[in-house]
T-cell receptor
Framework: DAGVIQSPRHEVTEMGQEVTLRCKPI?????LFWYRQTMMRGLELLIY????????DSGMPEDRFSAKMPNASFSTLKIQPSEPRDSAVYFC??????????????FGEGSRLTVL | DAKTTQPNSMESNEEEPVHLPCNHS???????IHWYRQLPSQGPEYVIH???SNVNNRMASLAIAEDRKSSTLILHRATLRDAAVYYC???????????FGQGTELSVKP
């Protein structure tokens, strides 16, 4: 299996521009998570989906952020308009629900966003 | 979500055992203890998890205190490739999200 695939790996944009980050989870996984990582705040959970339905978006910073999962094999995280403080590494992760005790989380390699 | 407390950093020598501690005094009866690690410039990766009994796998061992208020991740022989940030996480008992803390940055000296 190719693992969780994220694109782009690196994005440099100017303040005010729209940014779209993409994620392809591992086939068969029914949970998908978006995390953001910065030096100051560490790894923060932004939102997660179960069977393509958003379950908890309490970590989404503000209305400028939105996430969708139109089907089981694709998700997007959009920032519009982007600001310099959004600069971070954004990780997508997925897992298969095998029960409450298991379900290893598999992470992608991340998308490094720089907003100038 | 129940919290965990870990030392910010630890050092080890190559080929020696490493014991990474984690305190979780507010753990509930159904919380599982998970460990992940993040190598430089990579996403986190799963290491091990457990509920009450000690657990072993090819990567590490997990020792859980009898009262479950603390646990220790054991790397039996540290290698340079084990240098990473190690996160101890209590899994939400509804089986959903994982909330990462600050973790322990492990450095391994040759």
């Amino acid at each position: 299996d190719a693992g969780v695939i994220q694109s782009p790996r690196h994005e440099v944009t100017e303040m005010g521009q729209e940014v779209t980050l993409r994620c392809k989870p591992i086939s068969g996984h029914d949970y998908l998570f978006w995390y953001r990582q910065t030096m100051m705040r560490g790894l923060e959970l932004l939102i997660y989906f179960n069977n393509n339905v958003p379950i908890d978006d309490s970590g989404m910073p503000e209305d400028r952020f939105s996430a969708k999962m139109p089907n089981a094999s694709f998700s997007t995280l959009k920032i519009q308009p982007s600001e310099p403080r959004d600069s971070a590494v954004y990780f997508c992760a997925s897992r298969y629900k095998r029960g409450r005790s298991t379900g290893e989380l598999f992470f992608g390699e991340g998308s490094r966003l720089t907003v100038l | 979500d129940a919290k965990t407390t870990q030392p910010n950093s630890m050092e080890s020598n190559e080929e020696e055992p490493v014991h990474l501690p984690c305190n979780h005094s507010t753990i509930s009866g159904t919380d599982y203890i998970h460990w992940y690690r993040q190598l430089p410039s990579q996403g986190p990766e799963y290491v091990i998890h457990g509920l009450t009994s000690n657990v072993n796998n090819r990567m590490a061992s997990l020792a859980i205190a009898e009262d479950r208020k603390s646990s220790t991740l054991i790397l039996h022989r540290a290698t340079l490739r084990d240098a990473a940030v190690y996160y101890c996480i209590l899994r939400d008992n509804q089986g959903g999200k994982l909330i990462f803390g600050q973790g322990t940055e492990l450095s391994v000296k040759p």
